[in-house]
């Protein structure tokens, strides 16, 4: 009979599978637009972070949206 304790355990694995297979999901598109302005994003950037939809000053814009900074 299971206890509280494996249910958790069988919980938190599939939750750990789901992210890993997002993850790797994510880093499988390789994304070589920006999702924002349609530019190139920059190989060090595609390198650094593979699962990247934005070059990185889309990515700031969104950052300093997310914050409620006003450009």
Not at 5 to 17: G, I, K, M, S, V
Request: hydrophobic share 40%; with cysteine.
């Amino acid at each position: 009979m299971a206890d509280a304790a494996d249910y958790a355990t069988e919980l938190n694995e599939r939750h750990l599978a789901g992210a890993l297979a997002s993850r790797a999901h994510l880093a499988a598109s390789h994304a070589t637009e920006c999702d924002d302005c349609g530019d190139d994003i920059p190989d060090a950037r595609r390198k650094a972070a593979p699962f990247a939809r934005t070059c990185i000053e889309c990515q700031g814009i969104r950052e300093l949206k997310a914050k409620g900074v006003r450009r």
